[in-house]
């Protein structure tokens, strides 16, 4: 059974950083892609990161680019968001996920079947 928890939320002012992580287990964390995505309230799951299962490519949203980077560590099962130039539209639960195909990366939230219980993640102005 695939079981992802993240942690790293919290309350942050508008420029502020924060890192989520998620720790994965139930299987051979290596060998497959793993993405990033939030969901605002009354808005639909949007895709925020994806990193692939060796870490070398990674995809974020065009939203976050050059201010969230995506990253894992293999060796602790473990991946991470790295949010920084945090803005209050950033506010939103964020979800880790991940696929039941090994060595591919989706950015589609119907592509990944396992899912965290979600991080908040709340940015004040």
């Not at 502020?16 to 998620?22: F, P, Q, V």
């Not at 808005?43 to 990193?51: D, P, Q």
């Not at 293999?74 to 130039?85: D, E, F, G, P, R």
Request: glycine letters at 10%.
């Amino acid at each position: 059974q695939v079981q992802l928890v993240e942690s790293g939320g919290g309350l942050v002012q508008a420029g502020g950083s924060l890192r989520l992580s998620c720790v994965a287990s139930g299987r051979t964390f290596s060998s497959y892609a793993m993405g990033w995505f939030r969901q605002a309230p009354g808005k639909e799951r949007e895709f925020v990161a994806a990193i692939s299962w060796s870490g070398s490519r990674t995809y974020p949203a065009d939203s976050v680019k050059g201010r969230f980077t995506i990253s894992r560590d293999n060796a602790k099962n473990t991946v991470y968001l790295q949010m920084n130039s945090l803005k209050p539209e950033d506010t939103a639960k964020y979800y880790c996920a991940t696929t039941s195909t090994a060595y591919r990366v989706w950015m589609t939230p119907t592509s990944y079947d396992y899912w965290g219980q979600g991080t908040q993640v709340t940015v004040s102005s």
